[in-house]
T-cell receptor, first 112, second 113 residues
Framework: DARVTQTPRHKVTEMGQEVTMRCQPI?????VFWYRQTMMQGLELLAY????????DSGMPKDRFSAEMPDATLATLKIQPSEPRDSAVYFC??????????FGSGTQLSVL | DQQVKQNSPSLSVQEGRISILNCDYT??????FLWYKKYPAEGPTFLIS?????DKNEDGRFTVFLNKSAKHLSLHIVPSQPGDSAVYFC????????????FGTGTKLQVIP
């Protein structure tokens, strides 16, 4: 079965360190989303790509977060410097010109 | 600004009974609505969707109802099974532009055997 692959599954880091999360979307999908799951906001949209072009990153703290798609098989989300309030589960999802998204298993981030 | 709201963080239902999960939205431009189910330590998975041109969509035990005038949709699960215990997310998008999908905060459903 085709699936969205996220690495790492778990990340524990210290405040101030750089964190990089990676996502391999399903082959043939042209949209990629980054979401963050929090108790208060649910699934919060951070960034969105279509055909590798960034379309919306209004949900990201611009001073510390960045999202890129260097090629069709890789999407990255970076946090630099990381802060304790960034602790959450980060999900990547991909789709093919539809709202039906396929999610990865997420990266559980803990910033101490 | 929470455009998609799920006001019940949790719900408990007896096995075999109906589960009703509710969702409200504020943006009248939304024209496509979805429900996702999420188990612990997994990503959400698509469950069912409905276009704004319909008021009901059914798939097996799952039915979604849409009331556009009230900006409200609901997911009915009949009969509920213990395997349905999960967090359910309501989501919405609009076709005027790109498919930006906005999610609610989720409702944790527990089906008691």
């Amino acid at each position: 079965d085709a699936r969205v692959t996220q690495t790492p599954r778990h990340k524990v880091t210290e405040m101030g360190q750089e964190v990089t999360m990676r996502c391999q979307p399903i082959l043939g999908h042209n949209t990629v989303f980054w979401y963050r799951q929090t108790m208060m906001q649910g699934l919060e949209l951070l960034a969105y790509f279509r055909n590798r072009a960034p379309l919306d990153d209004s949900g990201m703290p611009k001073d510390r977060f960045s999202a890129e798609m260097p090629d069709a098989t890789l999407a990255t989300l970076k946090i630099q410097p990381s802060e304790p309030r960034d602790s959450a589960v980060y999900f990547c999802a991909s789709g093919r010109d539809t709202e039906k998204l396929f999610f990865g298993s997420g990266t559980q981030l803990s910033v101490l | 600004d929470q455009q998609v709201k799920q006001n019940s963080p949790s719900l408990s239902v007896q096995e075999g009974r109906i589960s009703i999960l509710n969702c409200d939205y504020t943006n009248s431009m939304f024209d496509y609505f979805l429900w996702y189910k999420k188990y612990p330590a997994e990503g959400p998975t698509f469950l069912i969707s409905i276009s704004s041109i319909k008021d009901k969509n059914e798939d097996g035990r799952f039915t979604v109802f849409l009331n556009k005038s009230a900006k409200h949709l609901s997911l009915h699960i009949v009969p509920s099974q213990p395997g349905d215990s999960a967090v359910y997310f309501c989501a919405a998008s609009f076709s005027g532009g790109y498919q930006k999908v906005t999610f609610g905060t989720g409702t944790k459903l527990q089906v008691i055997p």
